[in-house]
């Protein structure tokens, strides 16, 4: 690994892709910021959430974020996070994505990105390292994508309730409720949604609450302390609803985190 290599250094090397390895700790936040390439962001260790004006995507251990060149983003950590950063220069292949998502990092991609990392800057045209640079483009285009956004809506009102809930995940709420915070119907605030989001608000919900609790975990909450937190009425439900939407109990997700 190439301690002594910058973001500048990668944003303006000399070819294509570049990949930066870099260490943040629990609780550092990182301000909205903008690079002139796409980059591929992604955590051995911990979990982040990026934020844009787009939402909010949590990239768990294992997982990466992809986002384009040129927008604006922030970067909250949670557990001590080894990050792995991937600069690829705007449509240099034409299936690059063209909006921000989260992708499941396999294990042969995880291997690659490491190794990136220790790939020079400069590296020769036509040799391995380009090769190795080249072969991660193509697993990026083809790993799955995961539903790891927390989208946010424009209309004022919507988004001001929505902003209510994130703050304050673990309170009962209904859309009838919420619909009269905002002096509307329910029907009418389900039909918002739909317009605004193309989710319902109880899918919205569920993983928002999913979402947030990520990081808790990352941080070593408890399971309990996490359902408590998030408004479900057991960790069994919690634990039912967590394997149902990432495929594993939040104690296996744990564990996988903290290996």
């Known amino acids: 690994m190439d301690t002594e290599r910058t973001f500048e250094d990668c944003h303006y090397s000399p070819r294509p892709v570049a990949a930066l390895a870099s260490d943040h700790p629990h609780g550092e936040h990182i301000p909205p910021h903008r690079h002139p390439r796409a980059q591929l962001i992604h955590t051995l260790t911990g979990v982040m959430t990026v934020i844009s004006d787009g939402g909010s995507w949590v990239v768990p251990t294992g997982r990466a974020v992809w986002m384009p060149a040129g927008i604006d983003h922030a970067i909250r950590i949670a557990g001590d996070v080894a990050m792995r950063t991937l600069f690829v220069e705007p449509a240099i292949?034409?299936?690059?994505?063209?909006?921000?998502?989260?992708?499941?990092?396999?294990?042969?991609?995880?291997?690659?990105?490491?190794?990136?990392?220790?790939?020079?800057?400069?590296?020769?045209?036509?040799?391995?390292?380009?090769?190795?640079?080249?072969?991660?483009?193509?697993?990026?285009?083809?790993?799955?994508?995961?539903?790891?956004?927390?989208?946010?809506?424009?209309?004022?009102?919507?988004a001001r309730l929505c902003e209510e809930v994130i703050a304050d995940p673990s309170r009962s709420m209904t859309l009838g409720g919420l619909a009269a915070g905002i002096h509307v119907s329910a029907r009418t605030l389900a039909r918002m949604f739909h317009r605004e989001l193309g989710i319902s608000f109880g899918e919205w919900l569920r993983r928002t609450r999913l979402l947030l609790s990520l990081p808790r975990l990352a941080a070593g909450a408890t399971v309990l302390e996490v359902a408590l937190e998030h408004g479900y009425d057991s960790p069994s439900a919690f634990a039912a609803m967590f394997r149902r939407t990432l495929g594993v109990a939040p104690t296996a997700y744990l564990a996988r985190d903290r290996a």
Do not use: K, W
């Not at 294990?107 to 090769?131: C, K, M, Q, S």
């Open 93 to 158: 292949r034409p299936n690059q994505p063209g909006n921000c998502e989260v992708i499941d990092v396999s294990p042969f991609l995880r291997e690659a990105i490491v190794a990136a990392t220790r790939i020079p800057l400069d590296y020769a045209v036509g040799g391995r390292d380009e090769r190795v640079m080249e072969l991660i483009l193509d697993e990026i285009e083809t790993a799955p994508r995961l539903e790891l956004h927390v989208p946010m809506p424009r209309d004022p009102r919507l």
